[in-house]
T-cell receptor, first 114, second 117 residues
Framework: AQSVAQPEDQVNVAEGNPLTVKCTYS??????LFWYVQYPNRGLQFLLK??????LVKGSYGFEAEFNKSQTSFHLKKPSALVSDSALYFC????????????FGTGTRLTVIP | GAGVSQTPSNKVTEKGKYVELRCDPI?????LYWYRQSLGQGPEFLIY????????DSGLPNDRFFAVRPEGSVSTLKIQRTERGDSAVYLC???????????????FGPGTRLTVL
């Protein structure tokens, strides 16, 4: 079985400060991991993915995420938050040997305060 | 280039009616997915197509839901005898050939908001 946990429904951060959005996962094998962002009235936009190799992956808009196998985590980070980063963020996972569909977390709403 | 498009953007129907939701994937993407997103939740998988065939329909909640992709491009999600609990945003996504690896990212459309009164 596959699952994703995003323990924080809401994250608030001041503009210019670093931000972290947490994600932990559970799969039976090795994972593929993804982050998506959802703006109001718009579809999910792909930010970044971990497939293999370097545990630190860099994505769109200055975001990065670190894969930690021992902690089964894939936290999303950005060194300096922008007000325009305010949105709903979803972590997703799929098992390398399982179904092709993604399992999503329940989302974390990020609010960057000017 | 053009992204994934979905029509209609909003659909309001009455309980018991039949609805069709359309998805037009990115050109050249052979894999197509349907998800359903309820308020406050992440998207939940419904069905996956590889080309014209439904490779995995394990997420369809019951036999009122059906999807087709007859020419391997546009897909239609069909819901019969709609119920109030079917109200949600229905998302379509496409990707390059998922294949055995399946790590190509999925590109999502804006969704169709279905409201069943």
């Amino acid at each position: 079985a596959q699952s994703v946990a995003q323990p924080e429904d809401q994250v608030n951060v001041a503009e210019g400060n670093p931000l972290t959005v947490k994600c932990t996962y559970s799969v039976s094998g090795n994972p593929y991991l993804f982050w998506y962002v959802q703006y109001p009235n718009r579809g999910l936009q792909f930010l970044l993915k971990y497939i293999t190799g370097d545990n630190l992956v860099k994505g769109s808009y200055g975001f990065e995420a670190e894969f930690n196998k021992s902690q089964t985590s894939f936290h999303l980070k950005k060194p300096s938050a922008l007000v325009s980063d305010s949105a709903l963020y979803f972590c997703a996972v799929r098992d390398r040997t399982g179904a092709n569909n993604l399992f999503f977390g329940t989302g974390t709403r990020l609010t960057v305060i000017p | 280039g053009a992204g994934v498009s979905q029509t209609p953007s909003n659909k309001v129907t009455e309980k018991g009616k039949y609805v069709e939701l359309r998805c037009d994937p990115i050109s050249g993407h052979t894999a197509l997915y349907w998800y359903r997103q309820s308020l406050g939740q992440g998207p939940e998988f419904l069905i996956y197509f590889q080309g014209t065939g439904a490779a995995d329909d394990s997420g369809l909640p019951n036999d009122r839901f059906f999807a087709v992709r007859p020419e391997g491009s546009v897909s239609t999600l069909k819901i019969q005898r709609t119920e109030r609990g079917d109200s949600a945003v229905y998302l379509c996504a496409s990707s390059l050939n998922a294949g055995a690896g399946g790590y190509n990212e999925q590109f999502f459309g804006p969704g169709t908001r279905l409201t069943v009164l």
